[in-house]
């Protein structure tokens, strides 16, 4: 069964305290794995598509990188504004080209100024 | 200006009630999507549709029906059979070439 896991569930930082987010996946075939922020009451917001062990991209204060088995969000010197629930998806390779996400349940990031 | 537009924002349902969420979208894109998120909980997909007059079943379709008479449109009935139907609603797009979904602001259900 394709699994996506989020951990932890909930983390609080202090302002400018880096550190990173978790997304393993157990897929059947993997097409590419999504970062999504999503602020409350509001639908997601996309940031990072990766494709392939090894690949990283960045955007201001994110990296997202993978590996085989999963994926890290980092965060370097969070503001409050990064306060948020960060959610990953996996693509799969599908019988239909509908392409759909399995989502992990997303970790809530609260950053403390 | 491009995107996704859900309404209402906020739908109050009775019991023995149908309930219609509206999705519509000006993208272009030919796939939509309708996912449901409880707290502390990953989307679960609904139903979703490739083409017009096309839709197949999510993982969780039981108590939902939807149509999609037009490419701009995919509205999202949640029936009375549907008996724990409190939830944020959210509608999805794929499309243009991109891999990615793109979301609609969401509809937060509750029942009376």
């Known amino acids: 069964e394709d699994q996506v896991t989020q951990s932890p569930e909930a983390l609080r930082l202090q302002e400018g305290e880096s550190s990173s987010l978790n997304c393993s996946y157990t897929?059947?075939?993997?097409?590419?794995l999504f970062w999504y922020r999503q602020d409350p009451g509001k639908g997601p917001e996309f940031l990072f598509t990766l494709y392939s062990a090894g690949e990283e991209k960045e955007k201001e204060r994110l990296k997202a990188t993978l590996t085989k088995k999963e994926s890290f969000l980092h965060i370097t010197a969070p503001k409050p504004e990064d306060s948020a629930t960060y959610l990953c998806a996996a693509a799969i390779i599908s019988s239909g080209s509908a392409r759909q996400l399995t989502f992990g349940s997303g970790t809530q990031l609260t950053v403390l100024p | 200006d491009g995107g996704i537009t859900q309404s209402p924002k906020y739908l109050f349902r009775k019991e023995g009630q149908n309930v219609t969420l509206s999705c519509e979208q000006n993208?272009?894109?030919?796939?939509m999507y309708w996912y449901r998120q409880d707290p502390g909980q990953g989307l679960r997909l609904i139903y979703y549709s490739q083409i017009v007059n096309d839709f197949q079943k999510g993982d969780i379709a039981e108590g939902y029906s939807v149509s999609r008479e037009k490419k701009e449109s995919f509205p999202l009935t949640v029936t009375s059979a549907q008996k724990n139907p409190t939830a944020f609603y959210l509608c999805a797009t794929r499309g243009g070439g991109y891999e990615k979904l793109f979301f609609g602001s969401g509809t937060q259900l509750s029942v009376l």
């Open positions: 993208l272009n894109h030919d796939a």
């Open positions: 897929v059947s075939g993997l097409r590419g």
